[in-house]
Nanobody, 124 residues
Framework: VQLQASGGGLVQAGGSLRLSCAAS????????MGWFRQAPGKEREFVGS????????YYADSVKGRFTISRDNAKNTVYLQINSLKVEDAAVYYC??????????????????WGQGTQVTVSS
């Protein structure tokens, strides 16, 4: 599976952004998908995940209520809707694929395939 993240940019605090992650291959629905982010000098951290069917999601406490993950398996794409952006949300955002299709896992090591990342910058 190859993943291509896009949609990052410069946004004012309080604004919104939608990130996309397009996957290659015909087995997209057999992967749970996750979003992670990494700010300069910090470790990569879990943001949220969605099961292969798209029926279940799970979020980090820091983004709960502001971020929404969805997927369109017909388009081989997973999305991350980011609302009420905060300065501390600025980071490179990565999408990743977990072969455990129905599990919502938070650990980086569980994800087999990674996109290249897309930069989100938030101005105050």
């Amino acid at each position: 599976v190859q993943l291509q993240a896009s949609g990052g940019g410069l946004v004012q605090a309080g604004g919104s952004l939608r990130l996309s992650c397009a996957a290659s291959g015909r087995t997209f629905s057999t992967y749970a998908m996750g979003w992670f982010r990494q700010a300069p000098g910090k470790e990569r951290e879990f943001v949220g995940s969605i099961t292969g069917s798209g029926t279940l999601t799970y979020y980090a406490d820091s983004v709960k209520g502001r971020f929404t993950i969805s997927r369109d398996n017909a388009k081989n794409t997973v999305y991350l809707q980011i609302n009420s952006l905060k300065v501390e949300d600025a980071a490179v955002y990565y999408c990743a694929a977990d072969p455990s299709v129905q599990r919502l896992r938070v650990g980086v090591s569980h994800y087999t395939y990674w996109g290249q990342g897309t930069q989100v910058t938030v101005s105050s």
